[in-house]
């Protein structure tokens, strides 16, 4: 499997936090489009560096997963699952 195919993965499963954070970040915005003490500038400043630190983050977590997957994909199938699947009854796949 490519390694934009894992990606496409890995965002699909989260989908729902990236959303959480879209939707913390319009918030953040629009508390400083109400409230005028608060500085637009500062707020963009502060959801710029947030995204920095999220998506550095993604790819590290990424990066960490995905090398465990494909480290799993090239083991071999053990013997002891190789006989089960020659086993005919339930006690034999059991004690095999």
Known sequence: ?????????FLRERIAWILMFVVFDIIMLCFGFLDD???YRNLWY???IKWI???????RI??????????LETFEEIEVFQK???AETPFEK???
């Open 62 to 71: 990424f990066l960490k997963e995905t090398r465990f997957y494909m480290h």
């Open 1 to 9: 499997m490519t390694t934009s195919r894992w990606f496409l993965y």
């Open 37 to 39: 003490d608060i500085p």
């Open 46 to 48: 502060v959801i710029g």
């Open 84 to 86: 089960n699947q020659l």
């Open 53 to 59: 630190i999220s998506v550095f983050f993604l790819i």
């Open 94 to 96: 059991v004690t095999l």
